[in-house]
């Protein structure tokens, strides 16, 4: 019902920005973005609803910002003053129509397959 394809990682120096491109189909509830360092548990970096209301985890809040283009069906992660730490393998996911409440710490009904972003020391 939804399919998420992620795109736009690559190599970045710190300090230094990227955007990442979540394409979707369906019509999910709401949608997140989530990363894994090597070695480390997925993290939840933020959410949108329909609405277009946003939550973001601490650790991002400032320097990353999640947007949707609804007419493309595409999601945005646009990250700024990348660190080393940020490095790791970046997803999408969403909660399927109908579900209630967007947090990232929610369950997830789809997932991409991720895309690597890597910030050198």
């Known amino acids: 019902q939804v399919q998420l394809m992620e795109s736009g990682g690559g190599s970045v120096q710190a300090g230094g920005s990227l955007r990442l491109s979540c394409a979707y189909t369906?019509?999910?509830?709401?949608m997140a973005w989530f990363r894994q360092a090597p070695g480390k548990q997925r993290e939840g970096l933020g959410t949108?609803?329909?609405?277009?209301?946003?939550t973001y985890a601490e650790s991002v809040k400032g320097r990353f910002t999640i947007s949707r283009d609804s007419s493309k069906t595409t999601l945005y992660l646009q990250m700024s003053s990348l660190k080393p730490e940020d490095t790791g393998t970046y997803y999408c996911?969403?909660?399927?129509?109908?579900?209630?409440?967007?947090?990232?710490?929610?369950?997830?009904?789809?997932w991409g397959e991720g895309t690597l972003v890597t910030i050198p020391s």
């Open positions: 949108i609803n329909l609405s277009g209301i946003t």
């Open positions: 996911a969403a909660r399927r129509p109908g579900r209630i409440g967007c947090q990232y710490d929610y369950a997830m009904d789809y």
């Open positions: 369906g019509s999910p509830s709401c």
